[in-house]
């Protein structure tokens, strides 16, 4: 059974969604390093460091690293009149 391949080619909406996918996409893993690295050593210098905690503070800073890289990329892309 042969696959045949299908060329379409994207919307200006889905390549919209891709790029905002793409930015968050980094945006979270970027947080997530800066959340491991600042959180994990700040909770280990203080002796509290559990992985529960770890964890959280590491979701933190995915979360608030992909807020931010999402947000600033609307920001940046608002047309400008």
């Given amino acids: 059974m ?4 299908r060329k379409k080619t994207m919307t200006e909406n889905e390549k919209d ?17 800066g959340g491991a690295t600042v959180g994990v050593l700040e909770l ?3 002796g509290v460091a559990t992985a ?3 964890s959280v503070v590491i979701g ?10 999402y947000g ?8 400008k009149s």
Avoid: D, F, H, M
């Fill in 2 to 5: 042969a696959l045949r391949s």
């Fill in 17 to 33: 969604v891709a790029k905002e996918a793409a930015v968050t996409a980094a945006g979270t893993a970027i947080g997530g390093a």
């Fill in 44 to 46: 280990a210098a203080t």
């Fill in 52 to 54: 529960l905690s770890a």
């Fill in 60 to 69: 933190v800073g995915a979360a608030a690293g992909g807020a931010l890289a």
């Fill in 72 to 79: 600033l990329y609307r920001w940046l892309k608002k047309p």
